[in-house]
């Protein structure tokens, strides 16, 4: 954000906006016959200065050539409501965008840029038409237009941006991927400047989802750490076009704004809170990732701390759809526990994480208080990594 500052005041601060692209300035092109030629990569700033005003834009391209083309206006404070429309030599419409949601653009409502993504057919001149999708315009209807090959890149908001955590605990939170580009890979999750003994589970977004929810180990300790929380960082890891690339993930919290439009909103930092020394059993992690079948049910064990062995229930804290707890046995170290995927919608190729919740059943005791049937809750475990497989994958 940047402000006009004169005489100790300072004006309303204004988004701004950078990039590695080379930039350049529009000019007045109002008929695609004389469209402005432009040279890929570049950005071109402009205003759709008059209402029912088009820009009209021109370059070469080669044939099996990739472009992407987007407008960044509304995330920038403009009024603009753009539409985009690319076109072949001959006139003939190869894509059209509206809008385009951005899950990085914090409080907007109406996603109102645009952005198209297409291989060009054959060597030729291209033309792009950018206009207001409500035929309006005026000086403030400023917009930034880039036009290259894709970027492929991404970037990372930590949900919420701040727990109070007990010591010797897990607590489960969710990190958002937003991809750039058509970029799809794995991202690789790490704490940084946490405590020692600090671990996360299930730590990495798998390759084409855009979230996961996973947990946060606290280790036990001895004496309260007290009441000031400690600010730490979450790190993604991916390789992008064969380089290896590391983003910090951004504090956030998801806002939800008239029973319907939720918001991942950005926050100045990642704060945890301690509470307590920590007496709780500490869970073990599963070691190794659990495969589900498809349209099956799977089991698999989880150890117990010694003295909760037996006397409690596990319950899926806010699973994917279609992947249930079908029964709980208790065995020699702990329990099997036993989950369904149902195919239609849990499908095969489907990664995450599972977070169990412990509980015992406390039966309903007047005598002693206690009027109804409650669950007693005793700690959530580490997050447990899945992928759901084909049936006959189970035994390869």
Known sequence: QVSVRKDGFASNPMEFALDSLPESTARKSLARAKAQKVKLPVIVNGRIAQAGEAAFFRFDGSAGQEIVAEVVARRLGSPLDSTLRLTDAAGK?????????????????????????????????????????????GPEYGYRLRISQPQPDFQLRVVPSSFNVRSSSNVPFTVYAIRRDGFSGEIALKLKGAPANFMLSGAAVPSGQDHVRLTLTVPQFKNSPGSQPLSVQLTGTATVEGRETTRIAIPAEDMEQAFMYHHIVAEDAWLIRILGSGTGPVWQAVNKPVTLRSGAATPFEVRTPFRMQGGYQLALND????????????????????????????KPGLKGNLILDAYREVAANPAAGIRQARRQPMGTLPAIPFEVVEPAAQGK
């Open 93 to 137: 419409e190869l894509a059209f965008n509206d809008d385009f949601e951005d899950k990085g653009a914090g409080l907007i409502t109406h996603q109102s840029d645009s952005f198209i993504s297409f291989k060009l057919p054959a060597k030729g001149t291209y033309y792009l038409q950018l206009t207001d999708a409500q035929h309006k315009g």
């Open 319 to 346: 699973p994917p759809e279609g992947i249930t707890i079908q029964k709980v046995t208790p065995d020699r170290d702990g329990v099997s526990v036993l989950v369904s995927v149902q195919g239609d919608k849990a």
